[in-house]
């Protein structure tokens, strides 16, 4: 299984809502969010879900 982390800098995009959502659909797929817009991103997450991803995508 290949795992997709998702990296959103900024607030949420429709299209890019559309593509996770599509990612999702796929069995072969696990799909990770990890959001930086918030007050108070929580980077430890985000550095141990980018050590865990095949793939990374930033938006």
Avoid: C, G, K, N
Wanted: aromatic letters at 6%; proline letters at 7%; glycine letters at 0%.
């Amino acid at each position: 299984m290949t795992r997709i982390l998702h990296i959103l800098t900024r607030p949420q995009d429709p299209v890019i809502d559309r593509l996770i959502q599509d990612q999702r659909q796929q069995p072969d797929h696990e799909i990770v969010v990890v959001s930086l817009t918030s007050a108070t991103p929580d980077y430890d997450r985000l550095l141990d879900e980018v050590f865990r991803a095949d793939s990374i995508a930033s938006w």
